[in-house]
């Protein structure tokens, strides 16, 4: 005769060991593995533009969402060291750009650490976008938010700023510059890698 309660307990006790993942990372509050943690995040990569010394300005983020939909609110977040976060105080205005698979080399060039980040040579001709846009409008960006900073809040290292909305810009459809794992990545539609 079969003893089913023993075969059911080996059952759950093999579903447990299957279950069980070898973690890569265990750890607590700590800094390192946060950091570490937040590298396997893959998401679409931004650059905040501004202006310092009246010239166009940009720094490459990470942290970028929105907010709320009334009104059109946003959230960035900068190291408060730097001159984007200065100027961001100073002027309380910025752009959040939304970068393309065609804008990797400023991506690499605004994410440049102690480095001036002067980009002209990356920026809308000011005729060639609507007057009622303050902050520099980077070519090929998937979209460009141009924001009123209504917020700011220092969390140690970083000012929070919530921007609100006062125009957007997004040209025809392009694809997005993702980032995650330490490294520039593209990304598939499902439909098309099922298919």
């Not at 679409?44 to 609110?73: K, N, Y």
Request: one cysteine or more; charged letters at 20%.
């Amino acid at each position: 005769m079969r003893n089913f309660t023993n075969e059911r307990v080996d059952q759950e006790d093999h579903h447990d060991r299957k279950y069980c993942p070898p973690w890569e990372l265990d750890a607590g509050p700590d800094s390192l593995a946060f950091r570490s943690a937040m590298r396997k995040v893959v998401g679409g990569v931004s650059i905040i533009t501004t202006l310092h010394e009246d010239r166009p300005w940009g720094m490459t983020v990470s942290a970028f969402t929105p907010v709320c939909m009334e009104p059109p609110t946003l959230l960035v977040c900068v190291n408060r060291e730097t001159v984007t976060a200065n100027c961001i105080t100073k002027l309380q205005r910025f752009a959040v750009n939304v970068l393309s698979q065609e804008q990797l080399a400023i991506s690499q060039f605004c994410s440049r650490p102690r480095e001036d980040k002067f980009i002209e040579e990356f920026v809308v001709s000011r005729c060639d976008h609507p007057d009622r846009i303050h902050m520099p409008v980077l070519q090929n960006s998937l979209i460009t938010f141009d924001c009123s900073a209504t917020a700011t809040l220092v969390v140690n290292s970083h000012l929070v700023v919530m921007g609100r909305v006062m125009s957007v810009l997004a040209p025809s459809a392009k694809k997005p510059l993702l980032y995650g794992q330490g490294e520039y990545m593209h990304g598939v539609t499902l439909a098309l890698a099922v298919a």
